[in-house]
DNA sequence: GCAAAAGTGTTTTAGATACACCCATGA
DNA sequence: TCATGGGTGTATCTAAAACACTTTTGC
């Protein structure tokens, strides 16, 4: 993510079918390793991506003609860098607004939302925005990221209180001066888990408390 | 699911390897067919059930080692079928209690309890009780069947306030006269809805209202 | 009449939003 | 001293849980 927009990784298919295509990065599984362990060397050898603070599967994707050709099953995962990565990536990949994404090749652009909608959900009841922001960052900060994934203004105030009550933010004690502008100086927060965790377990239907 | 408890239909193997072990009903995908269609048919096929209300994903299972000889990847479903269904199943099938499983071949027993978590976090946000119910049924009937799910007493009470308020039930005015001991004459309800519908989108970050 | 089971009314609690206000800084 | 952005205090809203109470039946 930069910007202020939620963005996607995607390479140009340098082959028929679908060749100049944008697709999401991937490749055949090895008999030796399992999907995710496949999934992190793909884009490490592939885009040089590393980073990843979070990665989990999202759905197979298995309708026989998705590709021409011989049929092939994807395992589609959703894997989020957050926003201070150096945004070096090779040639003939980059970075797309997933709001509006380019032609995409075969059924990658279905995936890609089908990612964006489960990023959504998880920033309601996990604390999954670790994986989305620097070590270091300010509220503000915060919200500009969260608002680009659910693409709707989340207010600063709001998002401070929930986390916090969460127990899913830290206070550093360090702050940031403030720019040209003014203003006060910000506090610099950090996740308290590194990991994701369900923070918000039981949005209805709880175990009776056991007062 | 039948008499309080959630249960899984599992049978037994005649090959090796773990011959004689329970395990998860399936088989091999076809070329023409995806996941879904598969799984299907292969409960269809296999161990004659057909009625399933509600079939998803649940996740791939790939380690390199989970089943001794040659590689194979399982994509894991999660199939729901009323309560009311006959439970003929064919020679060497049978339900199990999730809560006690025998031993399972493979990793078909963490499989089968990731099923069961994916079950109750469903059922606290969407209207999936559909799956587990009949066409009618009283509240009790739902309630039972909603606390042998969770694992814990749900509330008659409540549990029909909260999915009448989101829209989930719906009456149907019949009702059903009391059994030896008395009591008032139950009401039949209905699922609003047949398909799976998210009833409670946004548990945290919801977006501004437009008042 | 009394026990049993179903269902409703009402209070309480918890987690979130909304918004007014105070704080710390640059120019 | 004033504009600006950061942060807190407090009221309000909403969904759910808790529990007292009423309804309708069998015996």
Redesign the pocket.
């Given at each position: 993510m930069r910007s202020g927009t939620l963005q996607a990784l995607l390479w140009r298919r340098a082959l028929e079918p679908h060749l100049g295509r944008w697709s999401l990065p991937g490749g055949r599984l090895r008999h030796d390793e399992d999907v995710e362990t496949s999934i992190r060397r793909q884009l490490a050898e592939k885009v040089d991506l590393r980073k990843l603070k979070h990665v989990e599967q999202l759905a197979v994707f298995s309708t026989p003609d998705r590709v021409p050709g011989p049929r092939v099953v994807a395992t589609a995962f959703l894997g989020l860098v957050p926003s201070d990565v150096e945004p070096t990536v090779p040639e003939d990949t980059s970075w797309h607004t997933v709001e509006q994404l380019p032609r995409t090749a075969f059924d990658h652009g279905s995936i890609t939302l089908r990612a964006r909608e489960r990023l959504r959900s998880k920033l309601?009841?996990t604390n999954i925005g670790f994986a989305l922001a620097p070590d270091l960052f300010?509220?503000?900060?915060l919200?500009d990221l969260y608002s680009a994934a659910l693409g709707y203004r989340?207010?600063?105030?709001?998002?401070?209180?929930?986390l916090?009550?969460?127990g899913a933010l830290a206070t550093t004690g360090e702050?940031?001066?403030?720019?040209?502008?003014?203003?006060?100086?910000?506090?610099?927060?950090t996740f308290a888990e590194h990991g994701m965790q369900v923070?918000?377990p039981?949005?209805?239907?709880?175990?009776?408390?056991t007062?």
């Open positions: 309601s009841y300010t509220i503000s900060a919200r989340v207010s600063a105030t709001n998002l401070q209180r929930v916090t009550r969460r702050t940031v001066p403030p720019g040209r502008s003014g203003g006060r100086p910000a506090a610099l927060f923070t918000d039981f949005a209805a239907f709880r175990p009776p408390s007062r």
